[in-house]
């Protein structure tokens, strides 16, 4: 298990970091102008609140370094002193945030800790580094200025707050600077824009994309890869539309719990019924289990996958590109078992899952079980609990998965496993899902016949590999920089005429690699040549294929690939077997 | 063209026999105790609603039947008389519903016709054959007997309606008896049980089908190849969602002149906004296309295609299997280009809709070409009409298609050509259409710039090949009474071992099937073998093949293909040539 950030060598760096902050900004004011708040370590790095005379401007942060530079160079213990309450306040008589701080303190008596470095001294908990040496001078970086409410409430006055971020190397923050630079290109509403993938329409509504031919076309590719990759690990597919009689939802309970996140109600008074878009496609695909009649223990497991969009009314303020949307298309599945099955289909839904994420190169991946706690709300079953947990171990651990363990974190109705994957960019995913459900086959009346010819209620695993088609393509086009791979490109080969003479045979080369599943694309537009390169590059196509005299006597192409490399002349044949093979192997 | 029904032999030879259905049932009963009301000839047939003593028995049909031949046998001339309305009120004295029709006659002075065979005088307009003999004894039968309220109307008296038949010939009888029988057979709502496609739930919704494995199974199929198609053809997919802002639907003209058959609103009143699920895509595809930015005649055609499922709020009563349902896939797509480049795009259309419906070997299909009428709901274009209705000519014309001009069924906003395509039963479908749009792209502000870089609004073609999934299965469970060509056939291949020794074997050639894109099932069932052969008899699987001893042996299958023939033991590698020989036919 991975040592807690909390009790890192670098959370001290971040936190010793923040002080020496706010002690270089108090240098540039008279004193008593600067009123210090809060000023935390956070994920990649830390921040300060302030009250100050003027607002700060990017070039103060130049200067705040400087100081900075000059206050860990002083190579100044950070001293810890503890003090009563009524001491703190004296300490902090002129500074009105820390007075508050002290002031609302629950227990009058409890012993406050302050951290002094040089001259300046805060209130603070800890802990932090040695002395101000502890901080290389070159790996940390002031990065912006922001305005923030005092204690986040929008009803106080607005403070200046500073973030920066700390290392414990140069090297490292180099690296940190580059993936907030490399993430900012890989955006992919910006490489969506640029690639001409998807819109959001104020016709349509927010969180709803609308996606272009392309955009569809990776959509298609995508679907079509898990739902063949589903067929050959023994997954049948079933369609249950998009909405039902909301009965249906107050039956399973997702009314009773989900109903926040469901689009409004449509109503038909009239005859007195009540539809719902599907939030989610469990009792739907329950309902066509148990209309199917009676099930044996022969039968199971069944193993239903859907691609079915999927409706949630998220809050227009948490949308965001494609992976925060209203609109999901779930790769969802529901395995009907018995107990004694979930063992084998736990196992084999996680060898699919590595299967897919191997796909996308998304090799890095950890997996969290979550395990019940010990509040009320888990389903009290002792046995089914034990005997599942025990189970997906022993599944985890038998497919050698880099596995940790969450207690208080499974579902009310099971355990589960959740897959947080790592990009090219090192950022994790939460993507797959595996989750055991004990609760809702019973309330919606499943059953099927034993060996022994009772009625047993079936258990039921839910089941996402990419977890949804949007969100999931949001996270690949930052993956891959929008330059998927071969067999995911939408437009595979561009293929451009020197001159207009070429366009027959242009045309012909067009033909044939269509006809073979290539999707090549003829530019015959109006742009110059160089245009139609630039065009095709900035498009992030694998291969641009430019046709001239002497390819047409050869029957070749001149192959340009991605990122600017000259391939040369290759005969068409050849030109073929290399983009077949790359596609074959997923590059 | 064809001779209009109503001026056929046809028609007059039904029409005659409801009189003398009539007069034989009157010899029935005591005179004045059968009250005549109305017996048309219809489209398979013929009625006659009669007010009686006592209620009909199917037994009664064989007596009236054998009067009727008794009748026809006299042969006694229709004699036509012209009278006036005093004199029919006399004459129908004691006939209280003939008289609400003569008294009911707007033309209080019209000339009255009444026919009389026998000693049975009819109110009639005619025609009627010359005498009963015309009819052929053999040619007819009573069909049914069923209530009907006079007039239609359910606060009137409900009155007992025999429906019978009539042909020229015995053997038109005979071959529309056999199709009644056939058609009984092949519904798709039976066919769809037995087979195991759909299941409709009550709590999910009325016609709102969910589809098994094998049913998903025939959808994905079926739209795959119309995709496949439609991308050979230079289509374009895209992808838009379940639902829009209902202020689309204002601006499109659709909230106006469709609201009766969408769902119910969604409304979040807080925020002031109304969703509608979409009963059609044209209004999403058209903000796509202006989402995406500015065109150039040079982008033209563009074409949008989206298997996307609409919704559509049928009235409870009228729904019908799959053939109306309220959730329904088209096979949508949106043709936008310039006014020259229609003929083309027509053509285009034509041809991709013939190619697929001869792979359902819907091969004897007409086309009904809408034009306008003299009614002010056409757009008011002269030139526009004037010109697509010339492309659309000269489009069907070059294409050789058979088809007929309807004058006035145009819808208001263009000419249309609907596609009627004849079944194996001779039963007409009407499934692909495509329209010619002048309104909406203006409505909805849709431009392309020309090449004197102007503005032009493009004209845009619907386009539907199968029209929706879910009718077209309907349509073609019917069209092969569920034995589907081997390409569409859910399982293609089940496997059945003689005894338990084999089933290793069996598994090894369900996984070389599988790998080769078969689609086999291995039955390992607890059944016996010769139940096994029979289940899939039933299910009309293409091939069974079992294997034993000599099988094992040999590396080989004995097939017995569907319909009982026993082709015998067959060597793997000959049965997947087989096999794959028969997908890439289409049969």
């Known amino acids: 298990m991975a040592e807690k950030y909390e009790d890192s060598q670098l959370y001290k760096i971040r936190h010793s970091a923040a002080h020496i902050m706010a002690q270089a900004l108090t240098q540039m004011f008279r004193p008593g102008e600067v009123k210090v708040a809060i000023g935390p370590p956070i994920e990649n790095g830390f921040y300060y609140d302030f009250e100050l005379p003027r607002s700060l401007v990017p070039k103060d942060l130049k200067q705040i370094e400087k100081r900075m530079k000059k206050i860990i160079k002083g190579d100044y213990e950070f001293v810890r002193r503890e003090v009563s309450a009524a001491e703190a306040l004296e300490e902090f008589a002129d500074q009105p945030y820390k007075v508050e701080l002290i002031e609302g303190l629950e227990d009058k008596d409890a012993v406050i800790s302050l951290y002094t470095q040089d001259k300046f001294t805060d209130l603070c908990k800890g802990p932090h580094v040695a002395t101000t040496k502890d901080i290389d001078p070159n790996a940390f970086k002031l990065m912006s200025i922001a305005g923030a409410y005092w204690r986040g409430d929008e009803n106080n006055i607005q403070l200046q707050r500073i973030y920066g971020t700390a290392f414990e190397t140069p090297e490292e923050l180099e690296n940190h600077l580059w993936r907030l630079e490399e993430a900012k290109k890989r955006?992919?509403?910006?490489?969506?824009?640029?690639?001409?993938?998807?819109?959001f329409s104020d016709d349509v509504g927010s969180g709803i994309p609308l996606f272009t031919p392309k955009g569809e076309m990776l959509r298609y590719l995508m679907e079509s890869y898990v739902r063949e990759t589903q067929t050959k690990y023994g997954y049948d597919h079933v369609w249950t539309g998009n909405l039902v009689k909301e009965?249906?939802?107050?039956?399973?309970g997702h009314l009773e719990n989900y109903s926040d996140v469901m689009f409004p109600v449509m109503e038909d008074a009239d005859k007195g019924v009540r539809f719902r878009l599907k939030p989610m496609n469990c009792p739907s695909h329950m309902t066509l289990f148990k209309e199917m009649g009676k099930h044996s223990y022969r039968d199971l497991p069944m193993r239903f996958a859907e691609f079915s969009t999927l409706y949630r009314y998220e809050k227009s303020g948490e949308l965001s590109g494609l992976?925060?949307?209203?609109?999901?298309?779930?790769?969802?599945?529901?395995?009907?078992?018995?107990?004694?099955?979930?063992?084998?289909?736990?196992?084999?839904?996680?060898?699919?899952?590595?299967?897919?994420?191997?796909?996308?190169?998304?090799?890095?991946?950890?997996?969290?079980?979550?395990?019940?706690?010990?509040?009320?709300?888990?389903?009290?079953?002792?046995?089914?609990?034990?005997?599942?947990?025990?189970?997906?171990?022993?599944?985890?651990?038998?497919?050698?998965?880099?596995?940790?363990?969450?207690e208080g974190e499974a579902a009310f109705y099971g355990p589960k496993a959740d897959f947080m994957a790592s990009d090219a960019l090192g950022r994790e995913w939460q993507l797959s899902t595996i989750q055991i459900d004990f609760i809702q086959p019973e309330r919606l009346g499943l059953t099927y016949v034993t060996e022994d010819n009772a009625e047993e209620t079936p258990v039921v695993l839910h089941r996402a590999v990419t977890g949804s088609t949007e969100r999931f393509l949001g996270v690949i086009i930052e993956q891959f920089a929008g330059a998927f791979p071969v067999w995911l490109s939408p437009v595979q080969a561009v293929i451009i005429p020197i001159t207009d003479v070429h366009m027959d045979y242009c045309k012909d080369v067009e033909k044939r690699l269509k006809d073979l599943g290539i999707?090549?694309?003829?530019?015959?537009?109006?742009?110059?040549?160089?245009?139609?390169?630039?065009?095709?590059?900035?498009?992030?196509?694998p291969y641009t294929l430019i046709i001239g005299d002497r390819e047409m006597e050869s029957d070749s192409v001149s192959v340009r690939l991605r990122g600017g490399e000259d391939q040369g002349a290759t005969l068409m044949a050849d030109f073929i077997a290399q983009a077949q093979a790359a596609i074959a192997a997923g590059d």
Chains 1, 2 share one sequence.
């Open 247 to 252: 009965d249906l939802y107050a039956k399973s």
């Open 519 to 541: 999707r090549a694309y003829l530019d015959d537009g109006g742009d110059r040549m160089n245009k139609k390169i630039r065009t095709a590059e900035k498009q992030k196509v």
């Open 323 to 406: 992976t925060r949307v209203r609109s999901l298309t779930q790769d969802d599945c529901h395995i009907f078992c018995t107990a004694d099955q979930i063992e084998e289909e736990f196992s084999l839904a996680l060898q699919l899952i590595t299967e897919v994420l191997d796909r996308y190169k998304l090799t890095d991946y950890k997996v969290q079980l979550s395990l019940r706690g010990d509040e009320g709300k888990y389903v009290d079953d002792n046995e089914k609990w034990t005997k599942a947990t025990a189970a997906l171990r022993s599944a985890l651990e038998k497919n050698g998965v880099d596995y940790f363990e969450a």
């Open 187 to 199: 955006d992919h509403r910006k490489v969506g824009k640029e690639l001409g993938l998807f819109h």
